[in-house]
């Protein structure tokens, strides 16, 4: 019977194990900081993101940092303020609905916006 209640009990434990999210590093870091949860010796070796040995605001900085960085790199790059839309003019071509613009207008378009990023 005492196995029973063990294995049920295992049961129960893993599937709110499997259903509990997942923290990201940065709240990890901020909770060990805090003393809310005690590090794992892997876990301290992740959270110790610029690697002085210690677990400090220093690493929730740099966590941050990198997580924004990472954000950064998978948004789309915006148009700069007065860059000419290069690829609005070019499906404007290919709708053939009138006005149509012609080839030049997007070769001027390109020449506008290199010479806005130099």
């Known amino acids: 019977m005492k196995?029973?209640?063990t294995l049920l009990?295992?049961?129960?434990?893993m599937g709110?194990?499997?259903?509990?999210s997942e923290l990201p590093l940065v709240d990890k870091c901020i909770n060990v900081l805090l003393?809310?949860?005690?590090?794992?010796?892997?876990m301290a070796a992740n959270l110790d993101a610029n690697g002085d040995g210690v677990i400090n605001i220093a690493d929730v900085t740099?966590?941050?940092?990198m997580?924004?960085?990472?954000?950064?790199?998978?948004?789309?790059a915006q148009q700069q303020a007065g860059e000419i839309d290069v690829q609005a003019i070019i499906?404007?071509?290919l709708d053939d609905e009138p006005p149509t613009p012609v080839i030049t207008d997007v070769t001027d378009g390109i020449d506008h916006n290199?010479?806005?990023?130099k």
């Open 62 to 65: 740099t966590l941050i940092d």
């Open 91 to 93: 499906n404007d071509m």
């Open 67 to 76: 997580a924004l960085l990472a954000q950064q790199q998978q948004a789309p």
């Open 35 to 42: 003393g809310v949860e005690q590090p794992t010796a892997i």
């Open 9 to 13: 009990f295992c049961v129960v434990a």
């Open 114 to 117: 290199i010479k806005l990023k």
């Open 3 to 5: 196995k029973i209640f």
């Open 16 to 20: 709110f194990a499997a259903n509990a």
